[in-house]
């Protein structure tokens, strides 16, 4: 099983300042990587310092949402809704 963890930026713009003022470490997705069973594939994307591959073949997506950047996870979501 594929497994794919994103961490959504404010808005899809890498160069946002809030990134370079505050990094805060995505540490409840890491945590979900840590229980899932060591058989499973993950991969995970950090939005805020990275572009999301949407082609690659997966199984499941998880996506880790702080109110700030909720209009973005949804924008996600909807991609891979597609």
């Given at each position: 099983?594929?497994?794919?963890?994103?961490?959504?930026?404010?808005?899809?713009?890498?160069?946002?300042?809030?990134?370079?003022?505050?990094?805060?470490?995505?540490?409840?997705?890491?945590?979900?990587?840590?229980?899932?069973?060591?058989?499973?594939?993950?991969?995970?994307?950090?939005?805020?310092?990275?572009?999301?591959?949407?082609?690659?073949?997966?199984?499941?997506?998880?996506?880790?949402?702080?109110t700030?950047?909720?209009?973005?996870?949804?924008?996600?979501?909807?991609?891979?809704?597609?």
């Amino acid at each position: 099983m594929h497994i794919t963890l994103i961490k959504p930026s404010f808005s899809g713009n890498q160069q946002e300042l809030y990134l370079f003022v505050n990094k805060i470490e995505p540490l409840a997705i890491a945590t979900v990587a840590g229980l899932l069973p060591s058989t499973y594939d993950i991969t995970f994307f950090d939005d805020r310092i990275e572009a999301i591959v949407y082609n690659n073949t997966t199984d499941l997506v998880g996506i880790t949402v702080d109110t700030y950047s909720a209009k973005r996870a949804y924008a996600i979501a909807h991609e891979y809704h597609k």
